[in-house]
């Protein structure tokens, strides 16, 4: 049985996400997505929400499993006996970014990390642009699934209700 993870901060959980997630689901027997969990970093959500939010979206998805994992992903996959690591690509940026990290992970565990380019149409979402778009009240639902898109709108409404009208974003880059 081939076991993959998927590990990502998933903050919020985009379409280009599940595109990801769905395409090794389609390719592996068993997909443990991972929600990161790292202590050092903030998060619009919290890591149970973020895990809620890819169970709702991935009930269809027999051979997927979501976990909050904070750690090392390497140290995951090999919890996990898994073939490999999973990450999902939009550019020669993420290239970049994923190829250091599939380095570091192969030295120190010997696990392989698999690249999966996202289809077209997801290409230019990331969390940190749609956090921003949130934040200013424009219309998100085509870049997440329709209960991202909810809470996205109710915590951005709560911080205005607050005084903050567009609240500041801890980590846009995220």
Request: glycine share 6%.
């Amino acid at each position: 049985m081939s076991t993959v993870v998927c590990v990502g901060s998933y903050d919020p959980l985009t379409f280009g996400h599940l595109d990801v997630i769905t395409r090794a689901a389609n390719i592996f027997d068993r997909v443990i997505v991972a929600v990161a969990k790292n202590s050092k970093k903030t998060y619009l959500f919290p890591a149970r929400k973020r895990e809620e939010f890819i169970v709702q979206s991935t009930e269809d998805l027999a051979n997927v499993q979501v976990v909050t994992w904070e750690g090392l992903a390497c140290d995951l996959a090999t919890r996990y006996q898994a073939a490999a690591l999973v990450k999902g690509i939009r550019n020669s940026k993420d290239t970049d970014s994923e190829m250091t990290q599939a380095f570091a992970n192969r030295q120190l565990s010997g696990i392989d990390t698999i690249l999966i380019p996202t289809s077209p149409e997801n290409a230019l979402i990331s969390s940190s642009v749609v956090k921003e778009i949130a934040a200013y009240g424009g219309d998100v639902s085509g870049f997440v699934p329709p209960e991202v898109a909810q809470a996205l709108q109710r915590e951005f409404d709560a911080s205005s209700e607050n005084g903050n009208p567009t609240r500041e974003l801890a980590n846009p880059s995220a």
